[in-house]
């Protein structure tokens, strides 16, 4: 009986510090609004992203709907390997997607993982702990919610766990999913 008990202790351990998993093979497409408050800002914007398995984009909105930036991710083993950002007459390409977007628009966001944790999903390139529904990745705190019947998330928390006095708290609040074909984006 004791035997058993450990090995139940065991596997429960090993689930709570998984390997990530595989993502969909599909693509999607997500429209919806972000709020990000950091120390004393807080800002808001409408966002739509276009993901396939090599390629996201991701458009950035003023809440007037003034277009504030376009990032495009190249991905490669999913692996964020080339961002591009157009911004007006701007546009600039790095490999770090967070740096260069809150460089040139003042929005931090941990878009590297994003494509994965919009859906409720584990990134495939880091470990990550599993708290409830909750994720626990790459120093983030995933919290997605409200599924509405359907299998992914309209309403995502993140809280960046590594700093107290850097502390971002996200919340994403998605208005439609589109489930698309790997081909259908460029």
Request: charged share 25%.
């Amino acid at each position: 009986m004791k035997g058993l008990g450990l090995a139940l202790l065991a596997l429960w351990l090993a689930a709570c510090s998984s390997t990530p998993l595989a993502p969909p093979a599909q693509g999607f497409a997500a429209s919806g609004r972000v709020n990000i408050r950091q120390a004393e800002r807080a800002d808001t914007v409408q966002f739509v992203w276009q993901a396939s398995a090599e390629r996201d984009t991701l458009a950035l909105n003023t809440p007037l709907g003034n277009t504030l930036a376009e990032l495009r991710l190249r991905y490669e083993r999913d692996m964020v390997v080339e961002a591009e950002l157009d911004r007006g007459t701007e546009r600039r390409t790095a490999r770090d997607p967070e740096a260069l977007l809150l460089e040139l628009t003042g929005v931090q966001l941990p878009v590297s993982g994003m494509r994965w944790w919009l859906r409720g999903l584990p990134a495939p390139t880091a470990a990550f702990s599993r708290e409830g529904d909750t994720l626990v990745q790459a120093g983030w705190r995933i919290s997605p919610s409200d599924y509405r019947g359907g299998q992914w998330p309209y309403r995502i928390e993140l809280q960046r766990l590594d700093s107290a006095q850097d502390a971002i708290k996200i919340r994403v609040l998605i208005n439609e999913w589109q489930q698309a074909s790997v081909a259908a984006q460029p």
